[in-house]
């Protein structure tokens, strides 16, 4: 079986709900419909959470790559 490579893993999250973890502390989920080499990623129905609770509502989403720290399946 061949390692898959971090766009691969990425790629398989595609269509499913993640919560982004963001430089400036805040945490995105919302379900990945896009992305580039450079991690630029475009969310849909994408909320803003503090604490476990959701803060508000975002819909589309396009956040720049470098800002990401982390991305994690939510489901």
């Known amino acids: 079986m061949e390692a898959l490579r971090p766009l691969d893993t990425l790629n398989s999250a595609r269509d499913k709900k993640v919560i982004l973890e963001l430089k400036n502390g805040k945490q995105i989920i919302g379900k990945l419909k896009a992305f580039d080499v ?3 990623t475009v969310l849909e129905d994408a909320e803003e959470h503090s604490d ?4 508000r509502k975002l819909g ?3 956040i720049r ?3 990401i720290i982390l991305i ?3 489901e």
Request: charged fraction near 5%; avoid cysteine; hydrophobic fraction near 30%.
């Open 72 to 74: 994690s399946p939510s």
């Open 38 to 40: 450079h991690i630029n």
């Open 65 to 67: 790559g470098d800002t």
């Open 52 to 55: 476990g609770q959701m803060v």
């Open 60 to 62: 589309t989403l396009f």
